[in-house]
């Protein structure tokens, strides 16, 4: 079964600290994979991975993916306060549907 | 603000009820997908809209229908309401297929079954 792993589960830290967050997956018909941050309410769009290797990046975030090995991380350098919020991963397959399979997230609790 | 319009915020209703909520995707979007998330299990897809037309199923239970209507907006109808179906649903919506498909996602409607 297609499925989407994300670690840790939560992580507290303070301000100025980077923390790396996971994600593996395991799909048949990859297509991208996306990483989304939830606060109050609406998934907002982070990255849209396509190509291995290649790293995006927005300011102190940045995102990188292996097709190898079936796996994506996302960097937060520097953090911040507002940071906090669950960081959700999900994969989009090839072919009809373009539905979006999510991984339960990661809550990055930043504190002052 | 994502440009995903989805109404009403908040449901409180009972048990065997029938509601419906709505989603005006961001101008020019021709796919509309709807999403549920639970606390036990995260965001769960349920169906995708293309251009008027059903595109994918997830699991979908069958007392819960959607449409896409001429001008795109959609709508999730959900009927004979148990306590297990509280939830946060959300619409998002995206420009077309293809390799470059982001979805983005409205606010949610928070529904309380009682």
Redesign the interface.
């Known amino acids: 079964e297609d499925k989407v792993v994300q670690s840790p589960l939560s992580l507290v830290v303070h301000e100025g600290d980077t923390v790396t967050l996971n994600c593996s997956y395991e799909v048949t018909n990859f297509r991208s994979l996306l990483w989304y941050k939830q606060e109050k309410k609406a998934p907002t769009f982070l990255f849209m991975l396509t190509s291995s290797g290649i790293e995006k990046k927005s300011g102190r975030l940045s995102s990188i993916l292996d097709k190898k090995e079936l796996f994506s991380i996302l960097n937060i350098t520097a953090t911040q306060t507002g940071d906090s919020a669950v960081y959700l991963c999900a994969y989009c397959t090839q072919g009809g549907s373009e539905k979006l399979v999510f991984g339960k997230g990661t809550k990055l609790t930043v504190n002052p | 603000d ?1 440009g ?1 319009t989805q109404t009403p915020k908040h449901l409180i209703t009972a048990t065997g009820q029938r509601v419906t909520l709505r989603c005006s995707p961001r101008s020019g979007d021709l ?1 509309v ?1 709807w ?1 549920q998330q639970s606390l036990d299990q ?4 349920l169906i ?1 809209y293309y251009n008027g037309e059903e ?2 199923k ?1 699991n979908i239970l069958e007392r819960f229908s959607a449409q896409q209507f001429p001008d795109l907006h959609s709508e999730l109808n959900l009927s004979s309401l148990e306590l297990g179906d509280s939830a ?1 649903y ?1 619409c ?1 919506s ?1 420009a077309s ?1 293809g ?10 409607t928070r529904l309380s079954v009682l």
Not at chain 2, 99 to 108: D, L, S, T
């Open positions: 994502s995903v796919s997908y999403y995260g965001l769960q897809f995708q595109r994918a997830g946060l959300f998002a995206s297929s390799a470059e498909n982001i979805q983005y996602f409205g606010a949610g």
